[in-house]
């Protein structure tokens, strides 16, 4: 047994023996398959790390009767799924422990008492939890309290998390309502958050609480934000300030409703990606513009299902140029670089066009909130022509659109045209395409007029996809 690296137990119903920790940490690798109490039991030592997957049967009631624990470990990766919740003795054990994933169990963690004034903390970075079906606000507070390096929290399908606490110490709440509470140490170490599919959960106003209470921009070293699926999530929020630490540089937004502007975002400053889907019809883009010109990062955006959000949207992006220059006024140029979007949210004006022209090197329109659509229009044609640094154009999931916009010959940076699902359109543009063009994509159309006419395109400085 002594050369013994790897082994393997599969499809012995009847196995039962409890697995020592210490025993498995001298192999490389042990998989154990389809026995009594486990789906799924898989350790791996690697130059990645020390890694350890268990997923549970039913009448698996508690983890020593899997795995037993008799000394702390080197395990760096831990995932339970259908696991009961590890208790605090096991906990003790996770010296080395830095990524932990709980899916599809009832709870996280047990009760973490028991230990006296005796203080413990563990090396964990990133916690994933997703479909617990306990009171797993209660659960993770207490967690939380003894992680001190915790960077990243991804939270998704948990129903009863009803409210989220930021900027208020966790003794100044009551245990009324099923609540996560972040502790004060998260607010310097928390670099990644996520809510998914939490359709309870509200971000509680912490001035009904305390009354210098703060929302999330007490996370000041948050740098990446997702939050989808929560209907409810903004639903106490006022919209009458800014809602996000500035520190975030990816922001993601899916259903979030009632902002009305995107002013409580003006303060990003660091932010390089935006994506919001579905953020209400009356998302207007007032407050985009400090993110986009010289004040912000905003490299990247992506509107989506908020029609009009771009209409009627005049940035006036101009700004008086010193006494030595002539007291002129000039443009101030956007730094976005791709833009992706539904044509119905009114990107294809000339004021928004022309604030991105210098920038824009990438843009994505598809047919959405437009289906029946089957040409654009002039307005919209000359504010495309704008663009003049697009380098990449797509169109796609246009259904009834017959003929692409004129003008295109003009976009003399355009290297990439992409046309995707545009069943409808049977031909180039009658005034031809850029001669800079080196690669045009036609899929999912059908048209074999319009794929023969891209054909007879082809040549040597050109790919025909």
Request: net charge negative; proline share 5%; hydrophobic share 35%.
């Amino acid at each position: 047994m002594g050369d013994l690296c790897e082994l393997e137990i599969q499809d012995c119903p009847g196995f039962s023996s409890v697995i020592s920790m210490s025993w498995i940490e001298n192999l490389r690798r042990v998989t154990v398959k389809h026995v009594k109490l486990l789906e799924n039991f898989e350790y791996s030592k690697s130059s990645d790390g020390v890694e350890l997957n268990i997923e549970g049967k039913h009448g698996l009631h508690g983890l020593d009767q899997a795995l037993f624990f008799d000394k702390e470990t080197s395990l760096e990766k831990l995932t339970l799924k259908r696991c009961p919740p590890l208790e605090l003795k096991h906990l003790l054990m996770l010296t080395s422990l830095k990524t932990l994933m709980v899916w599809n169990s009832v709870s996280l963690v047990g009760p973490l008492g028991g230990q006296g004034n005796v203080e413990w903390q563990l090396p964990v970075e990133h916690i994933k939890i997703s479909n617990l079906n306990g009171n797993s606000g209660k659960e993770l507070t207490e967690l939380l309290s003894h992680l001190p390096k915790l960077s990243n929290l991804d939270i998704q399908h948990c129903k009863n998390i009803k409210q989220l606490v930021v900027g208020v110490d966790v003794k100044q709440t009551t245990p009324a309502t099923p609540k996560l509470v972040f502790p004060a140490h998260l607010f310097d170490s928390l670099r990644e958050l996520e809510f998914y599919g939490c359709l309870e959960v509200i971000l509680v106003d912490p001035r009904t609480l305390l009354p210098e209470g703060v929302w999330l921009q007490a996370l000041r070293s948050l740098q990446r934000l997702t939050i989808q699926e929560c209907p409810k999530f903004l639903s106490a929020f006022s919209f009458s300030g800014h809602l996000f630490p500035s520190s975030l540089e990816f922001l993601k937004l899916t259903g979030v409703k009632g902002m009305g502007t995107l002013e409580p975002l003006s303060n990003l400053s660091s932010l390089t990606r935006l994506e919001l889907y579905w953020c209400g019809e009356d998302l207007k883009c007032q407050g985009l513009q400090s993110l986009l010109t010289t004040s912000g990062q905003l490299s990247k955006l992506r509107v989506i299902g908020s029609p009009g959000s771009f209409a009627n949207w005049d940035p006036n992006p101009r700004r008086e140029l010193e006494d030595v220059e002539g007291g002129q006024e000039q443009p101030v140029s956007s730094r976005l670089q791709e833009l992706y979007t539904y044509v119905d949210e009114g990107l294809l004006s000339a004021p928004v066009c022309s604030l991105l022209s210098s920038s824009l090197t990438m843009l994505e329109l598809q047919g959405g909130g437009c289906e029946g659509m089957e040409r654009f229009s002039k307005e919209q044609e000359d504010a495309l022509q704008l663009l003049s640094s697009l380098q990449q154009l797509h169109f796609s999931c246009f259904q009834k659109l017959q003929q692409l916009p004129a003008g295109l010959h003009n976009l003399t940076s355009l290297k990439e045209l992409m046309i995707y699902d545009c069943p409808a359109i049977s031909s180039l543009p009658k005034d031809g395409l850029p001669k800079s063009l080196q690669k045009l994509w036609v899929s999912n159309c059908g048209n074999q007029e319009l794929i023969q006419q891209c054909r007879g395109l082809k040549t040597s400085c050109m790919t025909f996809l």
